[in-house]
């Protein structure tokens, strides 16, 4: 980039230009601050185009009411009016509004960013000082440079955003993992560029994720196997048992149930708060969403339905003259079926893998959350919180929305009146 050129008066004959490199070019770092109000932005820019010069950045943020507006400008041309001048006039012009000023001298432009560049997105259930501090630290123990701050929620939980260079996104997740891990916030660590812009294929799992139930105990609690179901389950999902010989042993406890029952479990799944807004804010920006589940088509085909998802798959309870046989038919979705699942899924919604994300909390999750692009275990057993990609350990499924950028204005702004599903919104 070479530097601007003198302005010209019509009676001056113009001179050939000579090019400068940016980082030689003279330069004005001129900070205001102060109360914002309307006005303040435009009010700079239209003191300073009286000086004729180039503006080559901005930052501007506001936070709880006062405003700090940073403007990066060529020096006064010479010839031109003095660097002085300007001085004087941006800081009569601030003293007339009650703001601030600094302008400081230089040349060239901001620094070129590090290579590698990575969005670090902290949630915290409060975001502490300690916690913010302890985030920055190992941020800078990895060679990372922070770029920028904001903050894309402040509730049902408090989201901020890091921008980070400097450090591949690989080591750098490795090293906010064991952070994190130690002062009680979840941290996502996503490559920066085009591809998060990109649209994406969600995939989650069902019991105790996309709803807050275990479906074969709804089941078995009608069959009046409730406890030896449950806890089989809790064996199956810490993976303590091979999920396929379990799932045929609960599934064996449930013969001879009327159909009926169906039904009656159907009505009594419970939502995660948080569900509807995440799914319905997705589909409005162009995702793809689906559900892979160790449970049953009975149930996952009806939340397909309610819910608008473009993809569903789950094992089939064997009903045979209006009775639950305690087999289950077809293809067994397990621990290896849901990763296969999520390739498919991916295969036929025309979506790189590595721009999937996949959800979940048992150890049966984990292929899938490992396969995909971002794997995030949702208030998941220890074993696959260490395992996935990032964990988020608050009872808000809609939190997930964060991991990707997206803002709880935007989420708001995707709602429509009385779409409420329970979270704090």
Known sequence: MSAPQPRQSPDVPAEIPIEVPIAEVPTLLVKIF???????????????????????DIEQVVTRGRIVLCALITAPAAGG????????????????????????????????????????????????????????????????NIDRIFRL??????????????????????????????????????????????????????DSTLIQDEVIELFAAHAGCEAEVAAVTARAMAGELDFEQSLHARVALLAGLDASVVDKVRAEVRLTPGARTLIRTLKRLGYQVGV?????????????DRLGLDFAAANTLEIVDGKLTGRVTGEIVDRAGKARL??????????????????????????????????????????????AHTAVNVPFLDTVLYLLGITREEVEEAEAPGDGDGSPE
């Open 34 to 56: 102060g109360k914002d109000r309307p006005g303040i932005t435009a009010g700079l820019f239209d003191t300073l185009a009286a000086y004729a010069v180039d503006v080559i």
């Open 342 to 387: 999520l390739r498919r899924f991916a295969a036929e919604a025309g979506v790189p893998l590595a721009q999937t994300v996949a959800i979940g909390d048992g150890a049966n999750d984990l292929d899938m959350l490992n396969a995909a692009g971002l794997g995030v275990a949702f208030n998941a057993k220890p074993v696959v919180r260490k395992a």
């Open 153 to 206: 929620a402040k509730y049902p939980v408090t989201a901020v955003e890091f921008a980070v260079s400097g450090v591949e996104t690989a080591p750098l997740r490795t090293a906010l993992a064991t952070s994190a891990a130690g002062i009680g916030v979840d941290v996502a660590v996503v490559s920066a560029g085009l591809a998060r812009r990109a649209q994406r294929l969600v995939v989650m799992d069902v």
């Open 292 to 304: 892979v589940s160790g449970g049953f088509t009975q149930v996952t085909d009806a939340l397909k």
């Open 81 to 144: 009016a003095t660097e002085g001048e300007l001085r004087a006039t941006v800081h009569s012009w601030t003293e007339s509004l009650k703001l601030q000023a600094e302008i400081i001298s230089g040349t060239g432009d901001n620094r070129p960013r590090g290579s590698g560049r990575s969005h670090v997105t902290v949630l915290g259930n409060p975001l502490t000082a300690e916690s913010t501090a302890a985030i920055a630290a190992s941020i800078t123990s990895t060679g990372g």
